[in-house]
Protein backbone atom coordinates (compact mmCIF):
# COMPACT_ATOMS: atom_id res chain seq x y z
CA UNK A 1 0.00 0.00 0.00
CA UNK A 2 3.19 2.13 0.67
CA UNK A 3 3.77 2.46 -3.46
CA UNK A 4 0.26 3.28 -4.10
CA UNK A 5 0.14 6.03 -1.41
CA UNK A 6 3.33 7.69 -2.60
CA UNK A 7 1.57 6.98 -6.35
CA UNK A 8 -1.39 9.15 -5.05
CA UNK A 9 0.68 11.85 -3.56
CA UNK A 10 2.82 12.33 -6.70
CA UNK A 11 -0.53 12.78 -8.67
CA UNK A 12 -2.44 14.54 -6.69
CA UNK A 13 -0.40 17.63 -6.24
CA UNK A 14 0.56 17.54 -9.93
CA UNK A 15 -3.17 17.88 -10.58
CA UNK A 16 -3.49 20.22 -7.97
CA UNK A 17 -0.74 22.47 -9.10
CA UNK A 18 -2.20 22.36 -13.12
CA UNK A 19 -5.70 22.93 -11.78
CA UNK A 20 -3.89 26.24 -9.89
CA UNK A 21 -2.05 27.06 -13.01
CA UNK A 22 -5.58 26.60 -15.55
CA UNK A 23 -7.88 28.70 -12.57
CA UNK A 24 -5.75 30.83 -11.38
CA UNK A 25 -3.66 31.88 -14.58
CA UNK A 26 -5.29 30.71 -17.81
CA UNK A 27 -8.47 31.15 -17.06
CA UNK A 28 -8.14 35.32 -16.30
CA UNK A 29 -5.73 35.31 -19.28
CA UNK A 30 -8.67 33.95 -21.40
CA UNK A 31 -11.51 35.89 -19.95
CA UNK A 32 -9.39 39.39 -19.73
CA UNK A 33 -7.17 39.53 -21.99
CA UNK A 34 -8.26 37.38 -24.92
CA UNK A 35 -5.53 35.02 -24.60
CA UNK A 36 -6.93 31.25 -24.62
CA UNK A 37 -3.83 29.60 -25.95
CA UNK A 38 -2.49 29.02 -22.25
CA UNK A 39 -6.00 27.53 -21.46
CA UNK A 40 -5.70 25.12 -25.18
CA UNK A 41 -2.77 23.76 -23.29
CA UNK A 42 -2.98 23.19 -19.89
CA UNK A 43 -6.61 22.18 -19.75
CA UNK A 44 -6.41 18.69 -21.83
CA UNK A 45 -2.96 18.24 -19.55
CA UNK A 46 -4.89 18.66 -16.56
CA UNK A 47 -7.92 16.47 -17.76
CA UNK A 48 -5.60 13.79 -19.05
CA UNK A 49 -3.84 14.19 -15.39
CA UNK A 50 -7.14 14.13 -13.40
CA UNK A 51 -7.78 10.43 -15.06
CA UNK A 52 -4.90 8.96 -13.74
CA UNK A 53 -5.28 11.04 -10.50
CA UNK A 54 -8.83 8.76 -10.85
CA UNK A 55 -6.89 5.95 -11.43
CA UNK A 56 -4.54 6.02 -8.57
CA UNK A 57 -6.60 7.35 -6.03
CA UNK A 58 -9.49 3.98 -6.99
CA UNK A 59 -6.21 2.13 -6.56
CA UNK A 60 -5.32 3.47 -3.48
CA UNK A 61 -9.03 3.36 -1.84
CA UNK A 62 -9.65 -0.56 -2.88
CA UNK A 63 -6.16 -0.90 -1.18
CA UNK A 64 -7.11 0.93 1.82
CA UNK A 65 -10.95 -0.57 1.74
CA UNK A 66 -12.26 2.90 2.11
CA UNK A 67 -15.59 3.78 2.62
CA UNK A 68 -17.72 4.69 -0.65
CA UNK A 69 -18.40 7.85 0.45
CA UNK A 70 -14.61 8.65 1.85
CA UNK A 71 -13.68 7.25 -1.98
CA UNK A 72 -16.20 9.98 -4.34
CA UNK A 73 -14.81 12.89 -1.83
CA UNK A 74 -11.34 11.93 -2.87
CA UNK A 75 -12.36 11.07 -6.43
CA UNK A 76 -13.82 14.62 -6.67
CA UNK A 77 -10.69 16.36 -4.64
CA UNK A 78 -9.13 16.77 -8.00
CA UNK A 79 -11.43 19.28 -9.41
CA UNK A 80 -11.57 22.11 -6.90
CA UNK A 81 -8.22 24.46 -6.31
CA UNK A 82 -5.79 23.74 -3.01
CA UNK A 83 -8.55 20.87 -2.50
CA UNK A 84 -6.42 18.02 -3.92
CA UNK A 85 -3.63 19.17 -1.23
CA UNK A 86 -5.95 18.73 1.44
CA UNK A 87 -7.07 15.76 0.37
CA UNK A 88 -3.73 14.32 0.04
CA UNK A 89 -2.31 15.69 3.22
CA UNK A 90 -6.18 13.69 4.90
CA UNK A 91 -5.16 10.41 2.49
CA UNK A 92 -1.42 10.34 3.98
CA UNK A 93 -2.62 10.68 7.71
CA UNK A 94 -5.68 7.92 7.08
CA UNK A 95 -3.07 5.26 5.18
CA UNK A 96 -0.72 5.94 7.61
CA UNK A 97 -3.18 4.89 10.80
CA UNK A 98 -4.33 2.09 8.70
CA UNK A 99 -0.99 0.79 8.36
CA UNK A 100 -0.15 1.28 11.87
CA UNK A 101 -2.57 0.01 13.07
CA UNK A 102 -1.66 -3.39 11.38
CA UNK A 103 1.85 -3.40 12.21
CA UNK A 104 2.78 -2.54 8.95
CA UNK A 105 6.15 -0.32 8.50
CA UNK A 106 4.89 3.64 8.15
CA UNK A 107 6.14 5.08 4.98
CA UNK A 108 9.23 6.90 5.04
CA UNK A 109 10.41 4.90 7.39
CA UNK A 110 14.42 4.46 7.71
CA UNK A 111 14.32 0.97 9.83
CA UNK A 112 14.86 -1.86 7.97
Known amino acids: ME ?8 IAYVVGVFLLILTLVAM ?3 YLADQS ?7 PIHGFLYMVYLVLAFHLAALARWRF ?3 VAVL ?10 V ?16 GAEPVGSTAR
Open 69 to 71: GYT
Open 3 to 10: SALKRYRV
Open 28 to 30: PLK
Open 37 to 43: ALVAIVG
Open 87 to 102: AERKVTHRVHATLAGR
Open 76 to 85: LAGTIPFLSF
